[in-house]
Every structure is written in C-alpha cells, then in structure tokens.
C-alpha cells in the first residue's frame, strides 16, 4: 500500500506537542481526515551545523523510520499490541517540512531550538495514535530504571552502592553537582506495587514538575492536547477540576488527589511490571558485567571501550534474538556468561535500554470515570556505539556517588519479596 503524503494536509493544520533528543512531535488539528485526525507526526532532529556531506540526500530512496518495523516486528513480540501505539509511515516534503518550521519553530523550548532543528532532508516521517488530543487531560512519565542489579558482576568498588541506591537516584545526584534540577522521585517506589510507595513516587514527580516550572522530563501533563506548566493557571485549573472531587484548585489537595487517582491507575495496569521485568532480565549482568565479558572475549578488538567496532544488528538479527530471549536464554547461566553468548548479551542490554528510556502516557477511558488506559511509547533502537559512552557514565556517576552527602537507600520490591526481607 502507497503511505499517506503529508502534503495532503497544510502546516498550519499540526501544533506543536512536545519533543525528546531525536524528535519532535505535532498534533494534527486540521479538518476531518481519515489519515491524518486523531493521528500525531513524529519527525526526526538534526544537530545544528551538521556539513552538507553529512545530511541525507533528498533524491535518493530512504529507509522507513526503524522504529516501525522495531515496534512491528521486535517490541510487539515482547509487549501486547493493547499497549502499544499504531506507527505507519508518512511521505514527507523539504518545502512543506521548512513551511512548518518557519510556522511551529517559535512554539519550542529555547533550548532546544539552540540545539537542533527538524531534519527537512527526510523524505519519510512517522504517523502515531494521538495519546494526548481528543481527551481533556493526559499525563506522561519517563519511569526509568525500575530495579537494583545483583552483586554477581559487580566490582568490589561499586557493589556496597549499586546494590543499595538505584541508577537514577545516583544520577540525579550527578546532575545535581552539574547543576540541573534536582528531584526526589525514585523509580523504585514507583514500580514497587505498593499504593503507599507509589503515591510517594508520583507526588515526588508531581513537586519535580511544579518546582522546576515543568523543566524536568519524568512528568508531564498535557491539557486540551498541549503542554501544561505550572505557571499555566488555566490548565492547572482544569488540572485540578479533574482530579479534585470539590474541583478545588489548592495545590495540596490537588497534589494528593491526582497522586492517589493516578497510583490507582498503575496498580490497575500490568505496564510498570512488565517494563522492571523486561529491563532486569535484559539487563543481567549490569554494564560492569558485560564490560568484563566483553574484555574476555574480544582481547583483540580495539580498545575504544565497550562494544567498540561491533556491527549494529540487523532487523532479522533482532527477531531472532527476541526468540532466543523467549525460550533458551532464561536457561543460561547467567552467573557464569557463556563467551559465546556475547552478540546476544550485547543485544539483551541494548533492548534493555530501550525499555529504561521509554515513557507511558496514561489518559482517562471514554465514559468512564475513574478509569485510565496506559500506553507505552517511545521505544528507539539503541545503537552499540552507545555502549562505551555508557560504561563511562556508569563509572562517572558511581565515583560521585561515593563522595555524595545525601545517599539514598533505594528499595527494590522484587528482590525483598525475593529474598524474604523486611522493608524498613
């Protein structure tokens, strides 16, 4: 089937929604279009000042954007399609493209418009289920990494605080030192199925989010199908109208009130526990673990870090693996890698990272009150040219970490019922 072409709708038909690192998304708000209503447009970012041998070449055929067939055929084998947004591939036009920069560019965050641009020499965009127009509120959270790593493959070093503190916590002291927001929200709370434990997670996000102006990532909130911030006091109000039974607009009272509604909402959803299982058990051997497998097993590569010179996989590379993953890889020996497993360890931590770096939207069901649907969005490839930024990092956050002054201990629900241990 012949996709869609963009120019079957004008510019001025798309607002602007919101944007990550690789791209930005916009809102169709045109008249009735089969194709189009109901439906948001995903376009990929270039970084300013990229050479003109670095761009793509407007006249040549490009592949789809990977991350429709990496849904179709990799993450819908792993998370049911009820989950999951619809993707299909949209023709895109450089004239149109650079019509709706000069249109919506003003709409961005200054920063980011330092920083990049959409990329007008794509000629194939993406078309997504709208999760956030049609409905009068919707809430999106980047949980993040929702589990502790066990002591098998940790450096004498680091076990005494990867085992006690989560990933984020960590990190968030690290940004803090190089001075971005901080924020007290802990994943694991949040994933831990524990009303309590989950309430702290969300009024954690929620003071994140009012104290930082809505700067900080890991909640936002969209109202009538536009980003709200918290200087925004009519989108506060409606906030607060929908969540607060006597529509009161105290910050409190609509700080408890949509904490307890949304705690609600996940303890009723299987997401959160399927996103910590997909992530720990991708994610074996921590970083350290398969930076020492990898050490072991390629003494001849080149010494460019982590998965240095490693081919990224193909799509039939990553269906296979997903088969591997569903039967014989719960077998291995984990404790003891298998060398020969290496491409597939590599791969399990890639897909891990997806999973740590997705958000979830979560919006009330038509015509009946109380009740929420939560879908799980952005889920990229992670290429393997990241792994060796990534054990960088991972070093850099620990050695903080260690001299920090306000460590944390993180609670991993899963390994306490495990282990038979009391929470403190």
């Not at 919506?104 to 920063?111: F, K, L, T, V």
């Not at 990190?171 to 009303?195: A, I, N, W």
């Not at 299982?277 to 673990?289: A, F, N, Y």
Request: with cysteine; proline share 5%.
């Amino acid at each position: 089937m012949t996709p869609t072409s963009i120019t079957e709708t004008k510019p001025e038909d798309w607002t602007y929604v919101s944007e990550g690192g690789a791209t930005i998304i916009f809102s169709y708000r045109g008249p009735h279009n089969v194709q189009f209503s109901s439906h948001v447009l995903r376009l990929r970012k270039v970084a300013h000042g990229l050479s003109d041998n670095m761009l793509l070449d407007t006249n040549t055929e490009q592949p789809d954007d990977p991350m429709i067939a990496f849904q179709e055929n990799i993450i819908s084998k792993l998370v049911p399609s009820e989950f999951l947004p619809s993707l299909v591939v949209v023709m895109l036009d450089e004239d149109w493209l650079r019509s709706l920069v000069v249109l919506r560019d003003g709409d961005r965050p200054a920063e980011r418009r330092q920083t990049d641009q959409i990329d007008v020499r794509r000629n194939k965009g993406v078309l997504a289920t709208d999760l956030i127009g049609g409905t009068p509120i919707a809430i999106e959270i980047k949980p993040k990494w929702g589990f502790l790593p066990t002591e098998r493959h940790l450096s004498p070093e680091t076990v005494a605080l990867k085992t006690v503190a989560c990933r984020f916590c960590m990190h968030t002291s690290f940004r803090m030192k190089q001075g971005d927001v901080g924020t007290t929200y802990c994943p694991l709370d949040l994933f831990s199925r524990d009303e309590t434990r989950i309430r702290k997670a969300i009024g954690a996000l929620w003071a994140g989010w009012y104290e930082s102006h809505g700067s900080l990532n890991n909640l936002r909130f969209f109202v009538e199908g536009r980003m709200a911030k918290p200087d925004d006091d009519r989108s506060v109000q409606l906030l607060a109208h929908f969540f607060t039974a006597d529509k009161s607009t105290d910050i409190q009272n609509f700080r408890e009130s949509f904490a307890s509604a949304l705690a609600q909402a996940l303890l009723d959803s299987p997401v959160l526990s399927l996103l910590s299982s997909l992530q720990r058990t991708l994610d074996i051997l921590d970083v350290e673990g398969l930076s020492k497998l990898y050490t072991q097993t390629s003494p001849g590569f080149p010494c460019d870090g982590l998965g240095s010179s490693v081919p990224d996989p193909s799509m039939e590379e990553w269906a296979d693996f997903v088969k591997i993953y569903q039967s014989e890889y719960h077998s291995w020996d984990h404790a003891v890698p298998d060398p020969g497993h290496l491409r597939h360890y590599l791969m399990a931590y890639l897909l891990s990272a997806t999973f740590k770096d997705c958000s979830v939207i979560i919006r009330p069901k038509p015509a009946q009150v109380g009740s929420f649907d939560v879908t799980i969005i952005d889920m990229d490839i992670k290429s393997m040219d990241r792994l060796g930024k990534w054990e960088k990092l991972d070093r850099k956050i620990v050695e903080h970490y260690k001299s920090s002054d306000s460590q944390r201990r993180c609670i991993d629900s899963q390994r306490v019922s495990q282990s038979g241990y009391t929470q403190l």
